[in-house]
């Protein structure tokens, strides 16, 4: 039984850290969504408008943030099925966000 608490505390560690941002690391320009899948797992929602979808993502910053439910919205961008951008939602300029679908002039 002494074993047993420890021996779940590290599970959930290991497991927690699965849901952090660090995972973007893994993500590049022209990858496809199974690679992007592949790398960030299922996303918390999709949207999509003609050749443009977003991917959307809660993770967390470090894996203290994911045990304490602390989150922030990560989006990945394709368009024609290749990741055009990600990162969070403020990481362009204005009116040129992740979180827009519309095809950019």
Known sequence: MK?????LLIVLVVLVGCAT?????GLSLGMTKA?????????????ADSDVEVLRYKLSATGHDAFHHRTEEYFVR????????FGKAGDWESGKGATQISKQK
Do not use: F
């Open 3 to 7: 074993l047993a608490l420890p021996s």
């Open 78 to 85: 394709l368009v024609s099925g290749k990741v055009e951008r």
């Open 21 to 25: 941002a660090s995972k973007t690391n």
């Open 35 to 47: 690679q992007v899948l592949a790398v960030m797992g299922q996303p918390a929602s999709t949207a």
